[in-house]
């Protein structure tokens, strides 16, 4: 269990309001609610986290009809059941190319943020919140489609194809409390629900299909609401299974220890798309304490 930073000296640099490092807590248990879901079946347990699974309809913009996000197993938010959480359009150019959504049942409760994106089929998602000194995250990804890799003439001579995309991440601190509701007289300290940080970043991702190996590396990161620089992360050699699966470790781009976990799926008949989820930890000099925990989430294209 890692320790709760003051929240005075933290937010000084990252923030106005809200609360400091906040440590993991133990994942909730309950009922998966009814339709199409993603769900954390052959998600490492260090990346679902808390996460239990996620139901995502993007919506149809052209006919009015909104995107959806009901969200299970994170805590502390209903009772066990799915949550419906709120599309939060004016919070998506923190994370560029993602959708943002929200859950904060009134001012004294968790406050919950969570991005989603989908391409070809692989859809990803990071929820995550902050109280009491304790953090409560996950992520998930799945392919809903279907997955072949590419034709051996559809790639170059060295059987290696690059995917460009996105990344999105919730780190474990507070971040500008700018869609908190406001809490009750009396409520203080670390009782005040944090909006979490939210990170942004670019993706490259190399699929060598001759191989069956996945690399790639995490790019111009920083944290959106203090325009705060993070190191970049590499996404080591790892192979990839039959399925498009893959898992493997994470290092600080220039180190050479591993600080986290990534996982993810290719999608696509020839592999069009990839996508995955990360879990890292005490990975950036720009936090303070040597506690930050990150959860995140990326997805790539051809």
């Not at 993603?38 to 149809?60: F, H, K, R």
């Not at 997955?147 to 790639?155: C, E, G, T």
């Not at 170059?156 to 460009?164: A, H, I, M, R």
């Not at 990534?262 to 996508?275: K, L, S």
């Amino acid at each position: 269990m890692k320790r709760y930073l003051s929240a005075i000296a933290l937010l000084s640099a990252l923030s106005a309001c809200g609360s400091g490092v906040f440590t993991e807590s133990g994942a909730d248990d309950g009922d998966t609610d009814s339709g199409t879901v993603v769900d954390t079946t052959g998600v490492p347990a260090a990346i679902a986290g808390n996460l239990e699974s996620v139901t995502y309809d993007p919506g149809d913009p052209g006919a009015g009809v909104p995107a959806r996000l009901l969200v299970k197993g994170v805590g502390f938010d209903s009772a066990g059941e799915a949550v419906d959480y709120v599309r939060k359009p004016a919070l998506d150019a923190n994370v560029p190319g993602f959708q943002t959504f929200t859950f904060q049942a009134d001012g004294d409760s968790r406050h919950y943020t969570a991005f989603v994106r989908e391409s070809d089929g692989v859809v990803v998602a990071v929820t995550g919140s902050g109280q009491f000194g304790q953090f409560l995250a996950g992520a998930t990804f799945d392919n809903t489609g279907t997955f072949s890799a590419p034709a051996s003439d559809a790639v170059p001579d060295l059987g290696s194809v690059q995917y460009n995309g996105a990344y999105a991440g919730i780190l474990n601190v507070a971040g500008d409390g700018g869609d908190l509701l406001t809490p009750s007289p009396g409520t203080t300290g670390s009782a005040v629900p944090a909006q979490l940080a939210e990170v942004s970043g670019t993706v490259r991702i190399v699929g060598d299909f001759q191989q069956n190996l996945v690399t790639g590396t995490i790019q111009n990161r920083e944290i959106a609401d203090s325009n705060t620089a993070l190191e970049d992360l590499d996404l080591l050699i790892t192979p990839v299974g039959e399925n498009g699966g893959f898992e493997g470790d994470i290092e600080v781009t220039g180190t050479n220890s591993a600080i986290g976990t990534y996982a993810g799926t290719f999608g696509g008949d020839g592999a069009t798309a990839v996508g995955g989820a990360i879990n890292a930890a005490n990975h950036t000099d720009a936090i303070p304490g040597g506690d930050e925990i990150e959860y995140g989430v990326f997805t790539a294209t051809r």
